[in-house]
């Protein structure tokens, strides 16, 4: 399937574009494009699908994605109803990776960004404080005008590859075939995938969202996303599940049902699989570290 391939505008006076998105239908869909993306969600949570990742992002992500690789925000419900009061506030940055000139990474000071910069052809998840600071440096730079835009790009970026805590997303084996003409497809499963999880979804009805017979759909969804269907949906779950046990209003066995298991011991297996941790370890240790966050930032 060929992602949305999107046109990101520059000006005569800007040589990369850096802009604030305060609505989450802006390139809400499956799409790519040549230019390296640098995203910090100040005010937004929903899903992310970054080649074959699936994670949630939630309110102070950085993420930072390199060229060509398709990817899609898919901002929960919530956020379009027009009847809540709740807005999302994101800050994007898209610069092509020899914008500077065609020598510049091949510059011996410049070998960390360099690297920082191949290595986001993966998907990068910036993680730890930093994330605080480099949305401040972002914050900056949308105001900013000449040459110091570059220059907090460039700390950005060495920021970035001095963090420790940094993981990469899609794996190393994910490649996109942009031969293929079927634009819409892998859109439409993802859409019909989110709307759906909760309830057990059969087979012939993803095939026939695809548009395709229910033998081939198991093969075609692998060789697209490198996991069964079946894996890619309780990841899907296991994402619900963790914004569950984020938010903390219900209880683990809710969260289990609600999140479409019906079997505990099921839940339990497949959130450690795709989390590392169990559901109640998930929850400690993000309040945890949201405590010790808050408190660095006081």
């Known amino acids: 399937m060929k992602p949305q391939l999107l046109k990101v505008s520059t000006t005569p006076v800007n040589s990369f574009s850096a802009r604030q998105d305060n609505v989450p239908y802006i390139n809400n869909r499956w799409h790519y494009h040549n230019e390296v993306e640098l995203i910090h969600f100040k005010k937004g949570n929903g899903t992310q699908f970054i080649g074959d990742s699936i994670k949630r992002f939630r309110s102070g992500d950085l993420i930072l994605i390199g060229a060509n690789l398709p990817h899609y925000w898919r901002f929960d ?62 914050e900056q730079l949308l105001k900013a005008e000449g040459t110091k835009k570059i220059i907090l790009l460039m700390e950005a970026l060495t920021a970035i590859g001095n963090c420790s805590q940094n993981k990469l997303l899609s794996s190393m084996g994910f490649r996109h075939n942009f031969e293929e003409t079927e634009n819409d497809r892998i859109h439409a499963i993802y859409e019909f995938s989110l709307a759906n999880f909760k309830r057990k ?63 505990f011991a099921s839940f339990h297996k497949y959130f450690k699989s795709i989390t590392g941790k169990s559901p109640m370890n998930y929850q400690r240790e993000f309040h945890q570290e949201r405590k010790e966050s808050s408190s660095l930032m006081i």
Not at 89 to 110: A, C, S
């Open 201 to 263: 979804i059969q087979t012939e009805e993803v095939a026939e969202i695809a548009h395709v017979s229910i033998n081939y759909f198991c093969r075609y969804f692998k060789s697209r996303t490198r996991k069964t269907y079946s894996q890619f949906i309780n990841e899907i779950r296991i994402g619900h599940a963790c914004k569950l046990l984020i938010e903390n209003k219900i209880n683990v066995k809710q969260i289990c049902y609600e999140s479409g298991f019906y079997n």
């Open 77 to 138: 419900d919530i956020y379009f109803d027009e009847n809540v009061d709740t807005a999302a506030d994101v800050r994007v940055i898209h610069f092509n990776e020899n914008f500077w000139g065609d020598t510049f990474l091949n510059l011996p000071e410049n070998t960390q960004m360099k690297l920082t910069l191949e290595k986001a052809r993966r998907g990068i998840q910036i993680g730890g404080q930093i994330r605080h600071d480099i949305g401040d440096l972002l």
